[in-house]
């Protein structure tokens, strides 16, 4: 996948900024929310997170909304990608 199609392009995330991704897609729950919140704390204010899921992260969302942090999420055909960063 290219920068060009990675879907971090096709969100409001910042594209000029560090970025680690977080596989959780073989993680049962409530893994990847646990790994994803740990990995957040972990990381500079200005590294975006890419996580990649089998699924939309929905209890995650609200856990976000109340850090502060934006997120987006694309759904492709076999992963789930959330984009998130501090804004």
């Known amino acids: 996948m290219t920068e060009e199609t990675s879907p971090i392009t096709e969100t409001g995330a910042p594209t000029d ?3 680690e991704t977080l596989d959780a897609r073989d ?3 409530p893994q990847p929310l ?3 919140l740990e990995r957040l704390a972990e990381l500079d ?3 975006v997170l890419v996580q990649r899921n089998d699924r939309a992260p929905r209890h995650l969302y609200p856990k ?3 850090r502060g942090y934006e997120y ?3 759904e ?3 992963v789930v990608t959330t984009v998130i960063w501090t804004p």
């Open 34 to 36: 646990q790994n994803t």
């Open 76 to 78: 492709g055909d076999d």
């Open 64 to 66: 976000l909304s109340d």
């Open 45 to 47: 204010a200005g590294t």
């Open 72 to 74: 987006e999420t694309v």
């Open 17 to 19: 900024r560090p970025r």
């Open 27 to 29: 993680l049962p729950p």
